[in-house]
């Protein structure tokens, strides 16, 4: 979607086809805007005064203006100004990517020329989040049935507004939303498709399209390198296993943070099998990788001073005649043995020996992963927030910073010595598997065992991932994309510290 900022003095609107979209806070009348017209504001002030629509928080009225210079009307309301967040911003262009749909709009004029308290990056990552769809392996509709998407928004905004300056982060909010769309559609795709070759594939895609390196270790180079923990994970499926690494390079002297996404293509659970019911919901295990890959496509593309490292450990997870049993032992990456006791316990694997390749041949400065990794957080948390776990607390800090600027929230757990006792292993240096108690924290204190020193985070986004309701801009029956916009604005504000 394209998007350009202009200033409501030197704005002339002439798209008959387009619509106007008039934030209003509840009960703020009469609308405040340098751009409707008179008698489309008589008519909507006339409505108000009989109730038809009061601005209340992600509310919605449309009015066709068939004698205007616009298609219509789209009032979008926000609520109390005092609890207009960018939050409740986002939601409400939610709201309006269905109401833009429904009408076939594909331009669109956000006029916050009589609110100069109102930002529109929010509202646009709401639109561009909200009429994402997945229509891949469903038959085309007829022509006139196709879904009409908005292609171009133009931001109206009072004259004092620094155009340039919200020009730049508009811009910014549609890279990194269309870039979590792309996350969305990895996700969805079927499982017999994305594989973890696919997988490799579409990060050497990522490759060419931006110059950065592209590195994909296969199974004869994982073994040489001792990757027995990853190698272990995918013994029982017909597809390979991939690690998946890509380089963007900045300078010898900028500041490196690594990336780091679970990549589980379908997780059967193994020998440990999981119950039939839902089972096919097991193609999202890969969304941490997916997250990971499509920041990274973002950050290719801006190209920021600092050098970034993202690393994809992709596997299967299946019952095959070779696959891991449970007592099994194996030697990690790092020379550390893992006593496998559970073998759905797979995500923790794959990672393992993927963080712990990645700090010994990267030595970033910070070291974030992300994985639907348990059923504990979201039975802790819902689908309301991911967990975060970590070993640094100005890196926790500055992520949760980025989750509530991004919407995408996080909730930091304690990581102490008592829950890393419970992982200790009986016939080798650790178990797979804690107690059930506290599922969530010993999974993320079993992965502290292969980052070392280095600063290192662990978000935990099993309920965030998919199955999200109540969100007018996710679709629940789809995946969230949930950790490309945090990811992104995080490595951003690293740029930004040195700069301090």
Not at 74 to 94: A, I, K, N, P, T
């Amino acid at each position: 979607m394209n998007v350009n900022v202009v200033s409501s003095d030197s704005c002339t609107l002439a798209d008959e086809e387009s619509c106007l979209i008039i934030p209003l806070y509840k009960k703020a009348f009469p609308l405040n805007s340098c751009v409707l017209n008179e008698g489309d504001e008589d008519i909507l002030q006339s409505l108000a005064d009989k109730g038809i629509f009061d601005g209340s928080a992600l509310s919605t009225y449309y009015l066709p203006t068939p004698k205007s210079a616009y298609k219509g009307v789209l009032v979008l309301g926000l609520g109390d100004s005092d609890g207009c967040d960018s939050e409740v911003l986002r939601r409400s262009g939610g709201k309006a990517a269905a109401v833009l749909t429904e009408h076939r709009i594909t331009h669109a004029w956000l006029d916050l020329s009589g609110h100069g308290d109102l930002t529109p990056e929010p509202i646009l990552e709401g639109i561009i989040l909200g009429q994402y769809d997945f229509t891949v392996y469903k038959k085309a509709p007829e022509a006139e049935k196709v879904p009409v998407k908005l292609q171009q928004c133009t931001v109206v905004t009072h004259s004092d507004a620094d155009q340039d300056a919200l020009q730049l982060t508009s811009k910014l909010s549609v890279l990194t939303c269309l870039s979590a769309n792309g996350a969305r559609h990895l996700a969805n795709t079927a499982p017999n498709e994305m594989t973890p070759i696919a997988l490799a594939e579409f990060a050497r895609g990522i490759a060419d399209e931006s110059g950065c390196k592209c590195t994909v270790l296969e199974p004869k180079q994982m073994e040489s390198l001792g990757m027995n923990a990853l190698l272990g994970v995918a013994r029982g499926s017909a597809q390979p296993p991939r690690l998946i690494v890509l380089e963007h390079h900045h300078s010898d002297d900028a500041r490196t943070v690594a990336l780091v996404g679970k990549g589980v293509t379908f997780d059967t659970g193994g020998i440990s099998i999981k119950p039939a019911a839902q089972m096919h919901e097991m193609k999202y295990d890969m969304c941490g990788a997916a997250a990971v890959l499509c920041a990274f496509m973002t950050i290719a593309e801006l190209k920021p001073a600092i050098n970034v490292i993202a690393v994809v450990p992709a596997a299967e997870n299946m019952t095959g005649a070779a696959a891991q049993r449970p007592g099994d032992i194996v030697k990690a990456y790092n020379g550390k043995t893992v006593e496998v006791h559970n073998t759905d316990a797979e995500g923790r694997l794959i990672l393992a020996d993927a963080m712990a390749y990645t700090v010994d041949k990267y030595k970033p400065d910070a070291i974030v992963d992300t994985a639907t990794l348990t059923g504990a957080c979201l039975i802790a948390l819902g689908h309301c927030a991911a967990g975060l776990f970590s070993n640094d607390q100005p890196l926790a800090d500055g992520l949760l910073e980025a989750g509530q600027h991004c919407g995408e929230r996080l909730w930091q757990f304690p990581v102490w010595e008592d829950y890393e006792k419970q992982i200790e292993g009986t016939h080798a240096d650790l178990c797979n598997i804690g107690p059930r108690e506290g599922g969530a924290i010993t999974a993320a204190a079993f992965l502290k065992q292969f980052v070392g020193d280095t600063p290192w985070a662990h978000l935990d986004i099993a309920g965030t991932a998919w199955g999200v309701k109540g969100v007018p801009y996710l679709d629940p029956d789809h995946a969230t994309g949930f950790g490309v916009r945090l990811l992104t604005h995080w490595v951003l504000q690293q740029v930004e510290s040195e700069k301090d």
